[in-house]
């Protein structure tokens, strides 16, 4: 095993080398960072507004935790998981999605004991290693929502209906729910059985990952992307008509309460999810603004997977949605930008000791406040406070101080007044605020 220590010494002997960000790890810079902001604090108000409460969990997990819920025939565990062996020889994974480890919080906290309902939202990074494309990196953030210990039909309408209340107030465009099931453990075999005898006569054509799926999960040719899997996928019978009559009144049930929601949806008849956990209801939310790569996100319920994972028996439903591609939807807003407030010119040192104390003061008080310390000229500070679309300027030099006041500055209208030094805290505050 390397350690870091060799590791360090290693790049210490390559003095040119330039350090620079992993592929595929992005660095989120301003102005886009205000859209993210933004976005961050519309989902939070959102979830909490439908009694949702935050988790957090570690970015790195034990990688049976993924290995062992994800499925051994999903492309996350066989080729993009990022895992190592700590000092310990423990096999550790940067977490490749949330939805696992909420489970085992909720477990190991044994947080149903607590409230046999548990409403969580979470907001974070997950790490795969795939090819880099715009909208979809190796490091990335989701936002998710879990909804545990409800199992009725209300709550999967519910849950969508949410989602799309969610975008509609980021105003996207063309959002369409795509709605399928994939039935549970007593309709799915005989489904799969059926997939295999189909495909069998066909293995020869399909991609190496149908091929190696074939046995294991045949029910994923419906999401490949290569061309001739789509086009034998295509004939296929779906999943829909082999559901039970269990699963056939919840899914009805679900449509029904999206109707009277009056929330717009398709079935899709070949919507599957990438885990092997799900069941029953799964769900995808598209938008016509994002070309090819047209969903926002996906979900669905996992009733096994609390009680696989250690839990008692509880029914679940979850949702994750991918913050890049709602960032690229979003793009640059001027609303959402930072204002401040006031930007406090110094034409000469005189006035300094008076503007640093009152900037820190201001700011204490709740006012969006900036100083110029470089002594640059005024003219330079102008166009800085300008840069800033700082609402007011005040300016505090020695030909101010000699009248015993201040130039308070309006940027928009351009309008100035005098301000009296003896009382131009509580008058900037009474102003500004």
């Not at 998981?81 to 696992?100: C, H, I, K, Q, V």
């Not at 679900?254 to 009277?260: G, I, N, S």
Request: hydrophobic residues 35%; neutral net charge.
């Amino acid at each position: 095993m390397v350690y870091p220590s060799q590791i360090i010494m290693d790049i210490k002997k390559n003095t040119s080398q330039n350090v620079r960000s992993i592929r595929g790890m992005n660095d989120v810079l301003a102005p886009e960072i205000f859209s993210w902001r933004m976005a961050e604090k519309i989902i939070r108000e959102n979830f909490e507004k439908f009694g949702f409460s935050e988790i957090k969990t570690p970015i790195i997990e034990n990688t049976a935790l993924f290995a062992r819920n994800l499925g051994d025939t999903t492309d996350i565990v066989k080729k993009e998981m990022y895992t190592f062996l700590d000092r310990n020889e423990e096999s550790l994974t940067l977490r490749p999605e949330g939805t696992a480890p909420v489970v085992r919080a909720l477990v190991e906290h044994n947080l149903l004991s607590q409230d046999p309902i548990q409403k969580l939202y979470y907001w974070g990074p997950m790490f795969r290693y795939e090819r880099p494309q715009k909208g979809r990196y190796r490091q990335f953030y989701q936002y998710g929502v879990e909804v545990f210990g409800v199992a009725a039909p209300q709550m999967d309408a519910e849950l969508i209906a949410m989602l799309v209340d969610l975008y509609e107030k980021f105003k996207l465009k063309g959002l369409t729910v795509k709605l399928g099931s994939m039935g549970c453990d007593q309709c799915r075999p005989k489904y799969r059985e059926t997939l295999i005898k189909l495909l069998k006569p066909s293995v020869h054509i399909l991609c190496n990952d149908c091929k190696d799926r074939l046995e294991k999960n045949p029910l994923r040719v419906f999401d490949c992307k290569n061309p001739t899997c789509k086009e034998v996928a295509s004939v296929l019978p779906s999943m829909l008509d082999f559901l039970d009559e269990s699963c056939k009144e919840h899914f009805d049930a679900v449509r029904d309460h999206l109707v009277k929601l009056k929330t717009h949806f398709v079935v899709d008849k070949t919507l599957v999810r990438g885990f092997d956990y799900y069941n029953r209801t799964v769900f995808e939310i598209t938008t016509e603004d994002l070309g090819a790569q047209n969903a926002i996100g996906g979900g669905g319920r996992y009733d096994k997977l609390v009680q696989e994972l250690g839990g008692p028996p509880c029914p679940a439903i979850g949702y994750a949605g991918g913050v890049e591609r709602l960032i690229l939807l979003l793009g640059e807003r001027e609303e959402w930008k930072p204002k401040l407030k006031l930007f406090v010119v110094v034409p000469d040192q005189r006035g300094m000791d008076k503007a640093f104390g009152l900037a820190f003061e201001l700011r204490k008080n709740g006012i969006t406040c900036d100083i110029d310390y470089t002594g640059k000229s005024m003219k330079s500070q102008m166009k800085r406070a300008d840069k800033l679309t700082s609402e007011y300027v005040l300016i505090l030099g020695g030909s101010e101080i000699d009248q015993g006041a201040a130039v308070l500055r309006n940027m928009a209208t351009k309008a100035q007044e005098l301000i009296e030094l003896s009382s131009i805290e509580s008058e900037l505050l009474r102003r500004l605020k």
